[in-house]
């Protein structure tokens, strides 16, 4: 059952790899207020959420962008050139009664068409108890990573994997948590009430929102990636 799981997940992290391959002169939005972002001409919002993420009292925001041009891209030297729109990750805290963006990620985010089975992958965020949550949900499989301000930065607490193969029923859920430095596994068979936990310490320090690359690039312990 874990070779299926892992065979299928590994093949999701390697058509990531290649997907987000492209490059790309990403605007530079470090400063730039929400009502300038709002009248980019170029980017789209394409999901945003408010809230207090410092705990001073202030509305916060994050927000997705997703560039409203396509570019081309080769996700492997033999393959065809694909058009995508890239997209990018931006953090604003409240300064002087503005709303002002102080983190930018142009990596991190997935495209629309790195869903898999889906024909078209849009993240959910939402900010909650000053929590940043960013949620995936694939056909069969979901994946969430959840930040938090802390050492002066968006630092990742929380994650969540789950994927389920489709033929045998299988699933495997792996739950990270950087706070308390361990991470949860478990698997099982959906049409079976027993399933298999293990735990495993986490013996790495988590990586702030600005040091995130692509998704699924960084192997927390051996065979788990985030």
């Known amino acids: 059952m874990k070779i299926k799981i892992l065979a299928i997940l590994f093949f999701t992290f390697y058509m990531f790899g290649f997907a987000q391959r492209d490059r790309f002169n990403y605007p530079n939005f470090i400063g730039e207020n929400l009502n300038g972002i709002e009248k980019n001409p170029d980017w789209k919002i394409l999901a945003q959420s408010t809230g207090d993420l410092n705990m001073d009292g202030l509305d916060d925001a994050a927000i997705i962008l997703e560039s409203k041009d396509s570019i081309q891209v080769k996700e492997c030297s033999n393959c065809k050139l694909i058009k995508r729109k890239p997209r990018v990750i ?20 997935a495209r629309g068409d790195e869903g898999g ?3 078209y992958l849009e993240p959910e965020l939402s900010i909650k108890k000053g929590w940043l949550n960013i949620f995936y949900q694939y056909t069969r499989s979901h994946q969430s990573y959840t930040f938090e301000f802390r050492n002066n930065q968006m630092e990742l607490i929380l994650a969540e994997s789950v994927g389920v193969h489709s033929a045998s029923g299988d699933f495997e859920c792996d739950k990270f948590d950087f706070l308390k430095g361990i991470l949860t596994s478990e698997t099982g068979n959906m049409s079976q009430e027993k399933s298999k936990k293990e735990i495993f310490r986490l013996d790495i320090q988590p990586k702030s929102l600005n040091e995130f690359g692509e998704m699924y690039e960084w192997e927390v312990i051996e065979n788990k990636y985030l």
Do not use: C, P
Not at 90 to 109: G, M
């Open 117 to 119: 089975m889906l024909n």
């Open 90 to 109: 931006l953090v604003l805290f409240n300064q002087d009664s503005k709303q002002t963006v102080v983190i930018q990620n142009n990596e991190f985010i």
